[in-house]
């Protein structure tokens, strides 16, 4: 039977911009005690940009965490300008990454990313009738951020699935929805 742990101490070891440290002390039902190691991040979201039914952009962009590129969904994390508001965090991600806007925004779902040491906490997006933002309306991309702009059909990205050729948790998640609503 899973049982509740109960928090003892809990010191801040690292405080960041994009996430902190957090290491607890527990005591566990059993009455041992136990240290639990906790990555804070700020909440994030990501989009599921169709260009038409069929087509969605995808980002092709290197990760100094895995040393190589990933072709990913779009996607942010909520700062000082839209963390009440998700919503906002998808219009800006759509412009500084894309540089597309839309109306026609909808939520999907939320997730943990990896609730073995964080609680980081995604909320996923899709996005239609994209429309290019005017150059003087588009917003700068964060520092060093480089990115290959890539159009995928479903099916090329039911063949990359298949080949396990998508390795990108959030990009997953937003296929299996997309193929969810497909109906396949």
Do not use: C
Request: no cysteine; glycine share 4%.
């Amino acid at each position: 039977m899973a049982e509740k742990e109960t928090l003892i101490d809990a010191k801040v070891l690292y405080e960041g911009p994009i996430f902190d440290i957090e290491t607890q002390a527990v005591q566990l039902a059993s009455g041992q005690t136990a240290k639990r190691d906790i990555v804070r991040h700020v909440p994030a979201i990501a989009v599921l940009a169709f260009q038409d039914s069929d087509h969605i952009i995808l980002e092709r962009q290197w990760r100094a965490t895995i040393g190589d590129f990933i072709l990913e969904i779009p996607a942010g994390k909520l700062d000082q300008r839209d963390i009440n508001d998700p919503i906002h965090a998808v219009r800006r991600e759509l412009n500084e990454e894309l540089r597309m806007h839309t109306d026609d925004i909808h939520q999907v779902m939320g997730f943990y990313e990896t609730v073995g040491f964080s609680d980081a906490y995604m909320h996923l997006y899709t996005a239609h009738d994209l429309q290019p933002v005017p150059e003087d309306e588009q917003l700068p991309r964060d520092v060093g951020e480089t990115m290959d702009l890539v159009t995928v059909s479903y099916d090329e990205m039911l063949a990359m699935f298949q080949r396990g050729e998508l390795n990108d948790q959030k990009t997953i998640t937003a296929f299996l929805y997309w193929a969810f609503i497909r109906g396949n």
